[in-house]
């Protein structure tokens, strides 16, 4: 079956960890996305990455990082520096651009920092 | 998404009922898709619009985007507990993708 997959589903860190959400797809889609969901404000877009190797800050990337290494992977990175990181967690992925192709999106993650 | 406004934030309709969510934009939209969650979930695509005046439906659910293709509106028709979940509209704007804040729906038995 194809789709895309993140784990884990539930994930509680204490302050000052950094923490990584994996995020696989099996879609062969180029671009993948990382967003981020607080109840009220819909989705805001962290990192995304139209190619292997190559990603672009989103909207609110401060105190996350990625990697795009292989074409199906696209690991995000919550760091110590991220105030406020409790939230939950969505990955996407398209064809190729938005434009013309919808984003599947995975299951999500919800972050919990005690 | 200061890009898209979504109306309302939430609506509350008994089962069996019509409703209507709003999606608007002060710029042209060039691909304007619904999606539907769950609460905790991922999101579901439900359908993309692309040319103004396009209206697209899927069992009881229909889409329109209009004329100027700055506003797309999700008609909901008999509406059923299934149908309830938050909707987001999304839409490209340079290379990515932003969203609605979302409309949150429940519906009553």
């Known amino acids: 079956d194809g789709g895309i997959t993140q784990s884990p589903k539930y994930l509680f860190r204490k302050e000052g960890q950094n923490v990584t959400l994996s995020c696989e797809q099996n879609?062969?889609?180029?671009?993948m996305y990382w967003y981020r969901q607080d109840p009220g404000q819909g989705l805001r877009l962290i990192y995304y990455?139209?190619?292997?190797?190559?990603?672009q800050k989103g909207d609110i990337a401060e105190g996350y990082s990625v990697s795009r290494e292989k074409k199906e992977s696209f690991p995000l990175t919550v760091t110590s520096a991220q105030k406020n990181p409790t939230a939950f967690y969505l990955c996407?992925?398209?064809?190729?651009?938005?434009?013309?192709?919808?984003?599947?999106f995975g299951p999500g993650t919800r972050l919990t920092v005690l | 998404s200061q890009e898209l406004e979504q109306s309302p934030q939430s609506l509350i309709v008994q089962e069996g009922k019509n409703l209507t969510i709003n999606c608007t934009s002060s710029?042209?939209?060039?691909?304007l898709y619904w999606y539907k969650q769950k609460y905790g979930e991922g999101l579901i695509f439900l359908m993309m619009?692309?040319?103004?005046?396009e209206e697209k439906s899927h069992e009881k659910i229909t889409a329109k985007l209009d004329e100027k293709k700055q506003q797309s509106s999700l008609h909901i028709t008999a509406s059923q507990p299934s149908h309830a979940g938050i909707y987001l509209c999304?839409?490209?704007?340079?290379?990515?993708?932003?969203f609605g804040a979302g409309t949150r729906l429940t519906v009553k038995p």
């Open positions: 996407a992925s398209s064809i190729y651009s938005p434009q013309h192709n919808e984003q599947f």
């Open positions: 879609l062969n889609h180029d671009a």
């Open positions: 990455s139209q190619i292997v190797n190559d990603f």
């Open positions: 710029k042209t939209l060039y691909g």
């Open positions: 619009l692309q040319k103004g005046g």
């Open positions: 999304g839409a490209a704007f340079n290379n990515d993708m932003r």
